[in-house]
Structure formats: structure tokens, C-alpha cells
């Protein structure tokens, strides 16, 4: 699927109508244009099992302007996607021809198909996902049994947002919806398929059930990818839905209108699966199945690439001032430290992009890295994660060893905090001794001997020395609760 140029995914799905197109590293492609129009096509579907005319002559209206931004943006591949409401629909061979026409190939994903790229498109954000992902549209809700970084078992319910709205937002009222979706559940042998293990929510309605959590919560980081909730949450947003007027509902920013009238569906439904697959906890993803898709095209030697790691050595590369050597910095400080592996991804993140804020003024250095760090858009990373990555390039920047938003700090817990900001200190130190260039640390290392923090120089290279680098020596050193030194060898 990718090449140097632009590719784009085009999603023809029950509610709306979505194009994505996406550049970069095929591990971690970057979102450069993202469009979607609620042309509702499984809104007509209880009723005469037909897509309605509107609603296709909005889904053509929007294809028709996304084949023209296609070409005008160069994109060399495209593929096309329909899912349930085209599926179930007694005219959707004849909606497709119409898509045809417009000059789409699109393939009808069958419902397991579907699910399977659902799965994937979890991983594809989250490669260590364990657990149960379902993608809720609004023709079908899609599950998934996701393990071992691969998907498993699907089934496809007729759950979906339009289809439980048509019904007044989910049936009678009381306990008969709940038993119905859970019957359904157990009958697709997932019954408590998730217990003790992770529900992964995906599709935009579920995106905006996660918004609006973030938003009733003010939570100081409202980052919706690897957003976690405990499962009894799932009632108390149903129950706020309910309290909420309409206009409340729009002033929250990152809520998009077109899909507060689904919302009371979408948390009814959650609310009747949470029981059903039993999860430990709930967890939201950024990523569908356009990025399952997209993953679905790697090799299996890219689709094991750490996308974290893969989006922070472009980004490190395409903003930093020399080559990278993001590795190099990360082996040179690793001595000073004792991290276990999921520490030392983090360490290695922050030493790729330890020279992304360069270019911004000097003294807003630290908050351009702790912003990006904070609000990049980086998946397999959760909210403590992004605090401890910030907290390392604050602290490289110069910024110190406490993030200015206490709130935002204690995302991550105080032994956390301490240790990125470590990493912090090391970094400043490596891009200070060296000019941010690769050869002084090839040349040069750290060692941690019992209480002591040693900088090792050859005599050759004794002129690398200066005030500087003993301040940020010394820095490094009573971060850690060491003595600071230098020695020259041979």
C-alpha cells in the first residue's frame, strides 16, 4: 500500500463517509488530510432494507469531492472500503456501481472481515493489546479477540448506532436491551471473553464516548488513544447523556456535533457489552480499521517494528539540526541508569528526539519539547508515558526536573517523574559535550561505580572539557544521588 507519495484510504461506512490520506514511515504513517461527511446510509436500513436516497446522494456528493482531492493531492494508491449498512443493504451492489463510476474500486468487507481488521487496527496502535476490541458503527458492532499481536475469532452483531437510535437509543428503557445484547454476545461465543483483560473501543462513536469522558473529567491530558476507564464508567456516561443538555453536549470542543445524536445509542450500547465480555478495564483507541487496513499491507518484519520508536526517529530525523544518532545518545547514557525494558523504550524515544526543539527560541526550547512530547500524535504510549517523555525533553531543553503543570506531573508517579528527568539531564549532558554531533560520543562514556558518576575522555580529547560540561555533569550526578567526576585515559 505504500510508496514515496501519498496513499489514501477511502471509508464508505454505515454512518459516515470518510477519506484518509497518509504519508510518512509505513510503520507509523502520518495523517496529512482527514474528511468525513455523516451521510447516515444505514439510517434507512429498519426501515425498507434499502439505502435511502439522500443518504446515498450524500455519500456520491462527498465521493465525488474526495476522487477530486485525491488527485489533486497526487495520492498514488487508494483503496476503498464499505462495511455493513452497503452489506445488508437490497440496493448496495447498485450503490456501488454508482461508487464504481465515480472511479473507486471499493470491496465489500464481509463482517468478519471487517472485525479482523479491527483487530488490527488496534494493534496497529497498541502492538501488546490483549484482550476484546469492538469497533462500534452504526450499521454493525464488531468483536474481536485480540492476543499474541494478532487478531483472532470474530463476530459482527447487529448493534449498530443507526440501527439502536431507530429504536429509541437502545429499546425499552429497562433490563431488556442489556439481556438481549448479552444473549447476542454469548451466542457469538464471546460471554466473558474479555474477563481479566482489556476491552478495546474503536469507531468513532466510541472515539466520542472517550471525548466526552475526557471532557466531564477535565482531565489535564485529554489525549484520547490508550485513554483508560474502569468498566463501571460505562454507566455513569450513559447516565450522564441523560442529564446533558444538547448545547452542553456541543460546547465541548473536541466533540463533534454530527455525532451527538448517536451518543446516547453508542453509550447504551457499551453500557450492555461491558457486562457481557466482563473486561478489567476499558481502554479507547485513536486508530480503525483504515490503519488496520494499512497494517494488514506490511511485511512481517515491519509489522514488528515498535510504532513509538518508528515515529520518534522521523520526527527526530526530519526536525534535528545533524544526522541522527538517537541510538548512539540513548547507549551513552544508558549506563547511568538501571531501566528495565518498558523504561528503556522511553529513554530511547527521548534520545531520538532529543534535538526537535532547536529551532524554536531559546527560551521557549523546553516547553516546544515538552509539548511535543505531550501532544504529539504518538500511539503504544499511554498518558503517564507522554509525561515521563516530556519530562525528559523539558529537562533536556533546560526546564528542570518538575513539569510546570502539577496536574499534568502527577499523571506519572513521583519515582517516574524522577527517572525521566534523569534521562533529561543525561541527554543535556551528551548534546552538550558532543556540539549535538555523533563523534565525541563515540569517543567518550559514562560509568556508574557505586556512588560515583564518571565522564571518561581520552587525553586527546581533554579539550571537550569546560564549565559547561561539569555544571551539567554535576546536574546528572545529584539527580541520581551521585558524586560527579571526570577522568582522562589513555
Known sequence: MFATAPVAIVDIGSNSVRLVVYSGAKRCPSVIFNEKV????????????????????????????????????????????????????????AFLAKVRAIGFDPTLLSGDEEGRLAGLGILAGIPQADGVAADLGGGSLELVEIGDGAPGRT?????????????????????GFAREVAEAVAAAGFARAAAGRALYLLGGSCRALGHLDLALTGHPLPIIHQHAIAPERAGELRAALGRLAEAELK??????????????????VLDAIVPALAPARIVFSSLSIREGLLHDELDPATRALDPLIEAAREAGAGLGRFAQHGELLDAWIAPAFDDDPPARRLRLAACLLADVAWAAHPDFRAERGLDMALHGNWVAIDAPERVMLGLALFAAYGGGGELPSPDIAALAPPGARARAAGWGHAIRLGQRLGGGVATALERTKLERTGDRLTLKLRRADAALLSETVDRRLGTLARALGLKAETALVD
Open 38 to 93: 455523516m451521510a447516515g446510509l444505514g439510517s434507512d436500513l429498519g426501515v425498507g432494507g434499502a439505502l435511502g436516497e439522500a443518504a446515498q446522494g450524500r455519500a456520491l456528493a462527498a465521493l465525488a469531492r474526495f476522487a477530486r482531492l485525491i488527485e489533486e493531492m497526487g495520492v498514488v494508491r487508494t483503496r476503498a472500503v464499505a462495511t455493513a449498512a452497503v452489506r445488508e443493504a437490497s440496493n448496495g451492489e
Open 155 to 175: 463476530a459482527s452483531l447487529p448493534l449498530g448506532v443507526l440501527r439502536v437510535s431507530a429504536r429509541g437509543g437502545g429499546g425499552d428503557g429497562g433490563d
Open 251 to 268: 460546547r465541548i470542543p473536541a466533540l463533534s456535533s454530527a455525532r451527538i445524536p448517536t451518543l446516547p445509542a453508542a453509550a447504551r
